[in-house]
Structure formats: C-alpha cells, structure tokens
C-alpha cells in the first residue's frame, strides 16, 4: 500500500507486480519532465523522460504518462525487482536551465 | 555515455573550517553545472546554478559567501562550504548539463560537520 511518512511517501509492492509512482508538478510552464530514481548514498539515476507534446513514452520494462490537464505525471515499472528499490523523483523544466525536483516516493519491494 | 565524478564521496570536518567538494564531467564539456542540497528523507533542493567562466546564480536563501562555487573550465565546478557549521552537515550533488546529453548527477558527497 501507499503512506506517507514524516517527509516521503512509501509505496510497497510485491515483487513480480506492477508498480506506480504518482508525481504532482507544480508549474504549467514545464515543457520537459524527467524521472530519477535515486539509491541510498547515490546521486540520482536518469530512467526515462518526457517532453509536453507528448502523454506517453516508453523504456525498457517503464513508461511515463503525463496529463498535462491535471497537472499529473506517472512513473509506471512493469514486473517489479528487488534492484527496482529506492526512492523516485519526478523533476520538471518549467523553461531555462534549472530542474525542480518533486517529494520523492520511496518504492520498497516485497520479496 | 556522460559521466560526472564528484569527489570526496565523504568527508567529515570540524566546524569552523572550509570544505571544497569537486565536480568534473569526464567525457562532455558541461556548458552549465548545478549544485544542490539534500536532507534526509527530502528532496534535492537547488543551491546555484553555475556557468563556465561567470559568477553563479544562487537560489533564493543560499549565502553565496558561504557556498563558494567556481567554474574555472567547461569540466570542473567547485563547491566550497567555508566556516562549516553542524547544521551544514548534508549530502551535496551535482549535476552537469550538455545541451544534447541532457542532465547527469554526480555520486555526491555526504558532508559531516563536527
């Protein structure tokens, strides 16, 4: 299930199911999104991005799905592995250089 | 593909002294790099924004006489954390930009203040 703790959400799923991580931006501006997903002591990793004229996009094994209506972005991760844990941000580009960074949402893998 | 290496990956220093975090993009030449800040169990938050051979642009709240940033070439940026204080104690990233590469993060370093 999905909870929030004191400053990042929790999301736990079995490992072999599907996985959905939710990310709210803030910025209507924003043109280019991105994921990360980010280990404990690491610097973020790039998964997979997406830019606005677009509402899906697909990886190896994720796809993101943005609703620019709602303001929404997903991070969708197919047959979920032990390896898949760690803490996911989306980031927007809502114009320049800069990237605004979401909450983050720590995805724990139930073996 | 694009590497940053950031380097110390850990340092611990007694408060009052300076720290200097380094930042080199191995294989591009990054025309911008980043600098942020990460607390435990938050976000990555912006710290400055820094271009080759300009003063870097700092975000809203961030003491630019307190975090040094130099970007002395198109492959280096440094960070430096001058009369370092517990509450500086934090994990500091940076990341590294080419405009077709897109963005990429360095290791961090994981900064303790005692």
């Known amino acids: 299930g999905e909870s929030v703790g004191l400053h990042l959400p929790t999301l736990s799923v079995q490992e072999g199911d599907n996985s959905i991580i939710n990310c709210a931006y803030s910025?209507?501006?924003?043109?280019?999104f991105i994921w990360y997903k980010q280990e404990s002591g690491k610097g973020p990793q790039f998964i997979i991005d997406?830019?606005?004229?677009?509402d899906k996009r697909q990886g190896q094994r994720v796809t993101v799905l943005l609703n620019k209506t709602v303001k929404h972005l997903s991070l969708q991760i197919a047959a979920t592995q032990p390896g898949d844990s760690a803490v996911y941000f989306c980031?927007?580009?809502?114009?320049?250089?800069?990237?605004?960074f979401g909450t983050g949402t720590r995805l724990t893998i139930i073996p | 593909g694009a590497v940053v290496s950031q380097h110390p990956s850990w340092v611990i220093c007694k408060s009052g002294t300076s720290v200097k975090i380094e930042c080199r993009s191995l294989?591009?030449?990054?025309?911008?790099m980043f600098w942020y800040r990460q607390f435990p169990k938050q976000s990555l938050m912006l710290m400055a924004t820094?271009?080759?051979?300009?003063?870097?642009?700092?975000e809203q709240g961030v003491e630019k006489d307190k975090f040094l940033i130099n970007h002395a070439s198109l492959t280096l940026s440094t960070l430096t954390v001058t009369s370092a204080h517990p509450e500086d104690s934090s994990f500091y990233i940076c990341?590294?930009?080419?405009?077709?590469?897109?963005?990429?993060f360095g290791s961090g370093t994981r900064l303790t203040v005692v």
């Open positions: 910025n209507s501006a924003s043109d280019y």
């Open positions: 997406i830019r606005s004229n677009m």
């Open positions: 980031a927007e580009n809502p114009g320049g250089e800069k990237l605004t």
């Open positions: 820094s271009n080759e051979g300009s003063k870097a642009t700092y």
């Open positions: 294989d591009f030449q990054a025309t911008t």
């Open positions: 990341s590294a930009r080419d405009g077709d590469l897109g963005y990429t």
